[in-house]
Structures are given as structure tokens and as C-alpha cells.
């Protein structure tokens, strides 16, 4: 029975995955693609269902794991680093904030200014979504040529290694740029949004400058969406309907100076976010793939099928087939052992199966159990 | 006595039903259950010492019933089997091309089935048998012969200049489908378990093989001689004899290679063809087993280029 739970679990988890994979791509092809608000929620939505339940699983195995005094090995060698940071983090500082956004403040604000840096830093969190990646690895046994345990882990290993690498640099490069005022993603933009901001606060001890300027950037600027003077709005691009359809949590920059208040658009900020994601998100992709595709064949061919027909030829009786020594492989010393085998193992094994009287037995006492009575 | 022979009859009835022994042929399964007997019988004789079987009977005396059972439950499929094989599969026309002395065609083939019938009572020729008539049964001869006949090369050379056969290569693999039937004859003469006659690897004395000859050929008249001898040199070990026949030497190699014939292996990737690799072993074991190593290159390049 436990047995049957656990299988059920884990089959619920690679289904997870595979799932999770297909709205991490949804959730920032929507945002490039300018899909409805409505839909962006629901993906937000579903972003968190599944941050919960990886953050559920984590800690059910972190839990079972230390029941059983294998937390060390879990967290290491059983990659259990890579199931917190593709779950525990992104709940907390990337889908929790959003649904909470979402739900109970109706936009997520962003300010601008030294809160902006550290918020851009948390948001390069959800690029360890691309970690989950790496999980699954969990299903490669199901796929030709990897159904080995050896191969499974080495290609398990050059796969974190290389999709860690580049996860953590993309890390590090968003921590440089968001913590030093190095340039980054949308800096320009939001540079230009303070500009502009500041420009209309000098402009407002003059009315008639003031809403001449209003008018003049309503033209040469989209990007300034709403402006409220004491609480009243005297400009809004657009009817209220429209911002509720079109705009989402993290969709709005917005300024305050003493009785003026400025709300400006973003997403070509998010647009671009989501453009990086999403690079990011095919290049682990295609890496995954490429050791999928190119890497596992190449080590199965040169490892693992070889040493599987010397280990079945050891064990088995009537096994006695060679290992095909492909000849560009002839000198690796994989092959220089099955050379070994081929020419001097398998002969001698069939010179001694022959010189036993009794031949090889396909037949076992198993095998006749409804024969014999109790 | 009726009763445990029935007794007997079932169960062997059962054991060759298994599912394990479902792809082998009757010879094989036949030495599968004799081993399998053998191996287990410690296990298998206080079940079958008690009332639902033999009742207070010894080991000896039980595995006696089982293996008369046996044999008698596997003729009743093996001599007609054999029968069709001799009508059907061959052709014996290839006999005009043996001798110059006129060979009847039906005689022949009575002469075979009668004489297989009377060989195959004996242990020691049902063993050696096993291997030769899978050989047979699943034609493993033909695809290599026609490959012999296309190349040209060193067995064509022998079969043709050599031995001189002048005959095609249908004659020729009925030739030697012919000669794998009539391999274990020299059995017919071996005393006992045939030890004294035979070595390890199967290769049989010379001066036995030419005594068998001696009382075989006076045996079996419509049988051609020349038949007779290929098929009894097929026993002999090519490195001590230079000058036995080139079908002599491809019934001995396909006669091995049907010993341990699977029929359904499961070629693991990374791993050789199943023909390839038995070829490549018996050529690092051609000394032992007496063949001929130039035959065995041949034929290894052949399985090797079909992926045989």
C-alpha cells in the first residue's frame, strides 16, 4: 500500500514538473504576447498553486529525509538543493508577493529609487525557476539510453553543474547590477520616468506650464499614465475599465511628491523581463536537450552499454554475446576491457560451459510450482 | 505399475508444457527437463516420494519412470517431426550428384528415417543430436551457404576445387542439412556414454570414425558412401585431419552453432549480433573444438556484413 502511495506521489511530482514547465513559459509568453490581464492572473495564480505544492514536496522530503537521519544526503547528494531553491524561494519573495498583490492590494507598487534596486534583485529569483529543469532529469530513466543508474547520475551531474553555473551566474550579474547602480534591465525606461517626474514637479507652481506640460507629454510620451494633485486625478490616459483589464500587479511605477502623485507604465519594463525569461528559459532548454539528445547516447554508447553486456555475460550462464567495440572507441579503456572480454573471457567461459556435463538450465523449480502439490 | 506410469506421463506432460521450455526445440527441452530432474532432485523427490506421485518409491527409481516417460512422450512428436524434415525439407536429388552408382531417392530417405529411429534409442546420440538437428530445424545453414556461393572465396574454392561437389548451391545445402542429420550415426557404435570415443569438446577419435564407417557402410547400403563419410568426418577435429571433406567441416561448425542456438535472444545495444559473436568465439576456440579457422573467418565476415 505504501508502496502504491509513494508511486503515486512521485508520478504526481513528474507530472508537476512537466506542468510547471509548460506555465513557466505560458506566464512570460503571455506578457510579451500582451495577453488579457485575465489571463495573466489566472497563470499567476496557477505560478503559486505550483510554487505551493514544490514547497509542500520539499518539505515532506526534507521532513522524511531527516525522520530517517538522511538529511545530509538528501540536501546534497540527493539534489535536494535544487528542490528548495526551485520551490521555497520563489513562493516567498516571487509568486506569494504577486497572488498577495493581486488579492488584497489590487497592484503590486513598485517604487522607484533605492527600493526598486533591491525589488529588481528578488526578481531575478524567478529565474531559479529554470532549476526545475534539472528535475527532470527524475524521468530521463524512462528514455532511451539513459535507463542506466550510472548514466542517469552522470548526466544528472554535467546537467546541474552546467545549468547551475548558469543560473547562478545570471544571480550574481543581477545582484551586481541591482545592489552597485550598475545599469540593468529597464534602467533607461525608469530613468526616463524620474525625468519626467521631476519635470512636472517643477512645472506645478505654474498651472498653465503645468497642464501644458501635461499636454505635451500626453503626445510625445506614453509611458506617464495618471497624475493626482491632492488626491484628485486632473490627468488619466485612459478610462479606469482600461487599467483594470490591461494592468497587473508590477505594471505601474509611481511617484510621490508632497500633494502630486504620478503613476507611470512599466510593463515595457516587464515586456522586457519577460523577453529575458524567456531566453533564459529556451537556453537551459536546449541545454537540457542537448544532453538529452547528443550527451546520453554518446555516454551510454561509450559506457554503460558495454559495461551492461560484460555484466549480463558475467552473470548469465548462457549469455555470450561480445561487446561491439565501435573502432574510433577501440583505445578508450572502456573498450580495451571488452577487448579483453571478447577474446579472452567469453572463449574460455565456452570452453568451460562445454566441458560441464550438465548443460544451461532455462527451467527452475519456480517454474513448475501449479505441477507440484503442496 | 500402470498408475505411476500415468503418473509419469502427466507430469512430464506439465514440464514440457512450461512456458520456459515453450521456444526450445524437443531434443532441447528434452535435456532441459533430464538436467532440470538431475539438478533438483533433492528438492522435487519428497514430493514425488509422496502418495499423489510414487508413494515409497527411491530417487533412482522415480527419475527411471521420468526419463522413460520423457523419451517416450518426446518420440511420439520427434520421429514424426522427423519424417516431415526427411519428406519435405530436403531435397535429395543432390544424391545423382555424390556418386556415379544410381541411389534411389525413396530408399534413401526410408534408410534415414529408419536408421535416425533406431540411433536416437540411444543417450549418448540424442545428445550429440541436439545440436545437428536444431542446426536443421532452423536452417542455419542456407543464408550462409548462398552468401559461400555469391563471394566465391575459401569455402567455395573447397567446396568446389577441393572437395570437387559438382552441384549447386540448393544441392549443397541439402548436402549438408543431410549430413547434419547423419552426424551423431557414429554414436550408434559408442559404448556407455561414448566418453572412451569422445573428447570434451565432441571431437571423436579417428580410428573410431573409421570403424564406424567401416560398420555403417555396410548398414546403410542406399545410403551414398561418400554421404556416409562426410557425415561420420563431421566428428572429427579438422587440425589432426587436413583432408576431411569441406561439408564435413561446415556440418561440424553449424552443428555446434546450433547447440547453443536461442531463438528468441535478446540483442542488448552495445552488444554483437548473436551469430557475429559465436563465430568470433569459435574462432579463439577453433583448436579445441577441431574446426577450420580460414571456414570460421569466412563465415564470421559474413554474419559481421549481414548483422547476423
Known amino acids: 500500500m505504501n508502496k502504491k502511495i509513494t ?56 521532513f522524511y529525509a531527516f525522520a530517517n537521519k538522511k538529511t545530509y544526503y538528501y540536501l546534497t547528494r540527493g539534489r535536494g538543493w535544487i528542490d528548495f531553491f526551485a520551490s521555497v524561494p520563489l513562493l516567498m519573495f516571487n509568486s506569494g508577493p504577486t497572488i498577495f498583490a493581486l488579492f488584497f492590494s489590487g497592484t503590486a507598487i513598485l517604487g522607484i529609487g533605492g527600493i ?35 548514466a542517469q547520475r552522470h548526466i544528472a551531474t554535467v546537467a546541474t553543474i552546467s545549468i547551475t553555473v548558469i543560473v547562478f551566474s545570471l544571480f550574481g550579474a543581477s545582484f551586481i547590477t541591482g545592489s552597485t547602480g550598475l545599469p540593468g534591465i529597464g534602467e533607461s525606461i525608469f530613468n526616463h520616468q524620474i525625468t519626467i517626474a521631476e519635470a512636472l514637479t517643477k512645472a506645478e507652481t505654474n498651472e498653465k506650464d503645468f497642464i501644458n506640460t501635461i499636454y505635451q507629454l500626453n503626445r510625445l510620451d506614453d509611458t506617464l499614465l495618471i497624475v493626482k494633485k491632492k488626491g484628485t486625478a486632473i490627468y488619466s490616459r485612459y478610462k479606469n475599465g482600461y487599467y483594470r483589464e490591461h494592468f497587473g500587479p508590477g505594471d505601474y511605477t509611481y511617484y510621490k511628491n508632497q500633494d502630486l502623485e504620478m503613476f507611470f507604465d512599466s510593463r515595457p519594463v516587464s515586456i522586457q523581463n519577460s523577453v529575458r525569461n524567456l531566453i533564459f528559459f529556451f537556453i537551459i532548454l536546449f541545454t537540457v536537450a542537448a544532453f538529452l539528445i547528443f550527451y546520453s547516447p554518446q555516454f551510454a554508447i561509450t559506457i554503460t552499454d558495454p559495461l551492461h553486456v560484460m555484466e549480463r555475460g558475467f552473470r548469465e550462464k548462457d549469455y555470450n554475446l561480445e561487446v561491439k567495440i565501435p573502432e574510433k572507441y577501440a583505445d578508450d579503456d572502456v573498450f580495451r576491457v571488452a577487448k579483453l572480454y571478447n577474446e579472452h573471457y567469453l572463449p574460455l567461459k565456452d570452453r568451460a560451459e562445454n566441458n560441464e556435463e550438465k548443460g544451461l538450465l532455462n527451467i527452475g523449480m519456480q517454474d513448475i510450482k501449479d505441477i507440484l502439490p503442496d | 505399475m500402470a498408475l505411476e506410469n500415468e503418473k509419469a506421463n502427466v507430469f512430464i506432460q506439465r514440464l514440457m508444457a512450461n512456458s520456459a521450455l515453450k521456444n526450445l526445440s524437443l531434443l532441447q527441452r528434452e535435456e532441459q527437463i533430464l538436467h532440470f530432474l538431475k539438478a533438483n532432485a533433492k528438492q522435487l523427490y519428497p514430493t514425488l516420494a509422496s502418495s499423489s506421485f510414487f508413494p515409497g518409491k527411491g530417487w533412482n527409481y ?19 517431426e522427423l519424417k516431415t524434415v526427411i519428406e519435405s525439407r530436403i531435397d535429395f536429388a543432390f544424391i545423382h550428384f555424390i556418386e556415379e552408382r544410381k541411389h534411389e531417392v525413396r530408399q534413401v530417405k526410408n534408410e534415414i528415417a529408419e536408421f535416425l529411429k533406431r540411433l536416437l534409442q540411444k543417450t549418448e546420440a540424442r545428445q550429440s543430436f541436439i545440436g545437428a538437428y536444431t542446426a536443421v530445424l532452423k536452417n542455419l545453414t542456407e543464408p550462409y551457404i548462398d552468401e559461400v556461393f555469391e563471394r566465391k572465396k575459401y569455402i567455395h574454392f573447397e567446396l568446389t576445387k577441393v572437395q570437387k561437389l559438382t552441384m549447386g548451391r540448393e544441392e549443397v545445402k541439402n548436402f549438408i542439412l543431410t549430413s547434419l542429420l547423419l552426424k551423431p550415426s557414429v554414436h550408434l557404435l559408442t559404448a556407455g556414454s561414448g566418453k572412451d570415443e569422445t573428447l570434451a569438446s565432441g571431437v571423436v577419435n579417428g580410428q573410431f570414425v573409421d570403424k564406424a564407417y567401416m560398420v555403417l557402410s555396410n548398414q546403410l547400403k542406399s545410403i551414398p558412401k561418400k554421404l556416409l563419410k562426410a557425415s561420420l568426418d563431421s566428428n572429427l577435429s579438422f587440425i589432426e585431419n587436413k583432408q576431411i571433406e569441406t561439408t564435413s567441416r561446415i556440418t561440424s561448425i553449424f552443428a555446434a552453432r546450433g547447440r547453443s542456438y536461442k531463438p528468441s535472444v535478446k540483442v542488448d545495444r552495445g552488444a554483437d549480433s548473436p551469430d557475429k559473436s559465436w563465430f568470433n568465439i569459435a574462432r579463439r576456440n577453433y583448436k579445441y573444438y577441431g574446426f577450420d579457422s580460414t571456414m570460421l573467418d569466412e563465415f564470421y565476415k559474413i554474419a559481421a556484413e549481414n548483422g547476423w
Open chain 1, 7 to 62: 508511486n503515486f506521489f512521485e508520478m504526481l511530482v513528474v507530472t508537476a514538473i512537466l506542468l510547471v514547465l509548460i506555465q513557466m513559459f505560458l506566464e512570460d509568453f503571455a506578457v510579451v504576447s500582451g495577453w488579457s490581464m485575465d489571463i495573466q492572473k489566472k497563470l499567476s495564480i496557477s505560478g503559486f498553486c505550483f510554487d505551493l505544492f514544490f514547497t509542500i514536496e520539499f518539505l515532506t522530503r526534507l
Open chain 1, 116 to 150: 526598486f534596486n533591491v525589488l529588481k534583485v528578488i526578481k531575478t529569483i524567478r529565474i531559479a525557476r529554470v532549476l526545475r529543469f534539472l528535475r527532470i532529469i527524475k524521468i530521463f530513466g524512462k528514455i532511451r539510453y539513459v535507463d542506466s543508474v550510472t
Open chain 2, 62 to 80: 522415480i527419475y527411471s519412470s521420468l526419463y522413460n516417460a520423457l523419451i517416450k512422450e518426446i518420440n511420439i512428436y520427434l520421429f514424426p
